[in-house]
């Protein structure tokens, strides 16, 4: 089988594993809010403290690219991810749940987030330049199965069952797939450095080298925007269903996955468009402006409006706030040196993790008008901006290895 082949079929599993452990909280947050006593909107918090660990992973994991390799740091990651979500299922008890729920959060959040740099810098060694924007895509459909997979099975498991077996029967999937990328290691990290080592200095030198470039600098900023966009849909629409219209969770979720489901074709498609038609850029403006329009649409939402109507909207969404990753990854990899891709797109995520802490405050001020209309419009607005900066930003031809 073709090493590219299967660099994606790997890269997509870990992402897919990686996607599911950072949302199976939010997905059957209603559940564990009823179980625990607490406001299920504190699901915002998680969603905040989820993006402040992942900032500094992004944009500091070059070091442990370079020492141990992508192959290597996935592995880690899954096994972080693992412990996190077991602390959380065994320990947070109603009387004692903030510091392993704590604990859960950053572990998770570290593991999970990595998945994207070490993946990005296992697929620029083989992706061939002109479909880099395909080949990202296809693994980045990932993230909506591991969406779906955390709204249409572990909602509806930890309504029945308990969301602490569906928190421990994930962690044990994270185990499994951590063992089972082990024999890829010697092929995908034999470009690692052991005498490279991690350094505090690692973050700073990337969020500089990324605010120093133009162009890499308005992919910065529309990850910024797109993420903080995604957080929202991701962490907030059971939650919305359930509390403002009156569905179930075992409703909601399954309704909120269906849709989430479409950016799977959906991001192969937008990356053969990238790769053929369109160039990334204007694609990436094009997609905001949808993102814009659907996410201000969602926000009037009520209890006369019909499931295929509400799921007609948020498909639209996930048609594009869940659906431009590749696109833009491969940018940033293409725009970053030879041996550099995995460092440089954490460091532009890092700022769609910085779009993950701002978001929720920016959506939060509008919910506290009283309005989720006033919600949605605030974060929705900026993307129109976006689109702008997108289409006006300078290109460069600098290309990676990829």
């Given amino acids: 089988m073709p090493i590219l082949i299967i660099a994606i079929v790997a890269m997509l599993i870990q992402q897919t594993i990686a996607t599911t452990a950072k949302l ?30 992942a900032i500094l992973v992004m944009a500091g994991c070059g070091g442990a690219l370079r020492r141990w390799g992508a192959l290597r740091t996935s592995q880690i990651g899954c096994l972080a991810m693992a412990i996190g979500l077991a602390a959380a299922a065994l320990l947070a008890q109603p009387w004692l749940a903030l510091p392993p729920l704590v604990l859960g959060i950053f572990l998770n959040s ?38 779906a997979i955390s709204g249409m099975v572990l909602a509806p498991i930890a309504a029945s069952l308990g969301w602490r077996p ?3 029967g994930l962690a044990c999937v994270c185990i499994l797939i ?34 120093n470039a133009p162009e890499m600098r308005s992919l910065a900023m529309a990850a910024f925007c797109f993420v903080g966009m995604q957080s929202i849909f991701m962490g907030f629409s059971v939650t919305y269903l359930h509390e403002a219209l009156g569905y179930t969770v075992e409703e909601a979720g399954p309704l909120f996955g269906a849709a989430a489901l479409i950016a799977v074709p959906a991001r192969i498609l937008w990356g053969w468009v990238g790769s053929t038609l369109i160039k990334p850029k204007m694609l990436l403006a094009c997609l905001a402006t949808m993102m814009a329009i659907s996410t201000i649409t969602m926000g009037f939402f009520g209890t006369g409006w019909e499931d295929w109507q509400i799921f007609g909207v948020m498909g639209l969404i996930s048609l594009s706030v869940l659906s431009w990753h590749g696109v833009l990854l491969s940018e940033a990899a293409r725009l970053a040196q030879p041996g550099e891709a995995g460092r440089m797109t954490g460091g532009v995520l890092a700022f769609g993790s910085a779009g993950q802490v701002f978001y929720p405050m920016l959506f939060g001020l509008g919910l506290a008008s009283g309005s989720y209309i006033a919600g949605y419009a605030l974060i929705a607005i900026p993307a129109l901006f976006m689109a702008l900066v997108l289409i006006a930003s300078p290109a460069t031809t600098q290309s990676s290895n990829t």
């Fill in 110 to 147: 570290a593991g999970s987030t990595v998945a994207t740099p070490a993946s990005s810098q296992i697929l620029a060694k083989y992706a061939p330049p002109k479909w880099a924007p395909l080949v990202f895509s296809i693994k980045q459909t990932g993230v909506p199965a591991g969406l």
């Fill in 24 to 53: 199976g909280m939010p997905a059957m947050f209603p559940t564990v809010a009823a179980d625990l006593g607490i406001d299920p909107k504190v699901v915002l918090g998680y969603t905040w403290s989820y993006a402040a660990v």
């Fill in 166 to 168: 569906a928190l421990l």
């Fill in 178 to 211: 951590a063992v089972a990328l082990q024999p890829l290691r010697e092929e995908f990290d034999a470009d690692r450095d052991p005498t490279a080592r991690p350094k505090f200095s690692d973050f700073p030198i990337t969020i500089r080298q990324v605010l």
